[in-house]
């Protein structure tokens, strides 16, 4: 909502600002940028990324409108470099007025934005994992010693990134252009139809994380596409059952 706030009421040259968002949050943000012909850069999860990315951009002469990350955290302007509530507060209060002048809802703006760029479903959960060796056994299963899999149930893959050994088959080199890290682990699926899987152990917490997204025009189709994506990402590449992984209680 807010990045196509920004987009709406900018009233420069568009081709020279641009949006940016973690890897791990919603693709709409990109879906905006290719729409009105923005430039879209994606970094690894953090602020410290987010933000070192806004400046290259400025450095470059791009004016970076709105970067955000998934976990709830937006940066707008150039007075904080981080995550900013304060300014995010001001800037959605002003969004809200412009409605109001409108004598149009959040909700209804919302379908707005879904109508011009599209329904993105998402489903962002994870399991419990307090042992390291249990976590390396799942993402070993689902490395298969470098041989990725091309499907996950009824699911072509398309690319695979793997930002733990540097691998992604998208690049014509096969290697990633993001950082790598080989003490944490982080994979990426890019299925043929669209949709995106990033499944990466929390840093913070006994975490095993993953983020689902699928893209489509029609909301019910979205819906039903991911419902049947996650149920197969479950059960072919997290198998929490036969890894021992912990159910959240809620």
Known sequence: MFAYYFVKNYKGDLSKCALVASTVSSKMIKGIAEKYKLRFEETLTGFKWISNKVIDLEKEGYTVLFSYEEAIGFSIGSVVRDKDGVVAGCCFAQLYAQLCEKNMTLSEYLEEIYKDVGYYATKNHYFLCYDPLKMQA?????????????????????????????????????KAILPTSTSSHMITFFFENGATCTIRGSGTE?????????????????????????????????????????????
Request: proline share 6%; aromatic share 16%.
């Open 138 to 174: 799942a993402f070993d299963g689902m490395r298969n010693r470098g041989e990725y899999t091309k499907t996950c149930g009824e699911f072509p893959i398309k690319y695979i990134r793997d930002l733990t050994t540097g691998f992604d088959s998208m690049q014509p080199n096969k």
């Open 206 to 250: 006994p975490k095993l994380k993953f983020y689902i997204e699928y893209h489509n025009a029609d909301f019910k189709v979205a819906q039903e596409t991911l419902a049947k994506l996650h149920k197969a990402i479950v059960d072919n590449f997290l198998k929490p059952l036969d890894y021992g992984f912990d159910f959240p209680k809620v």
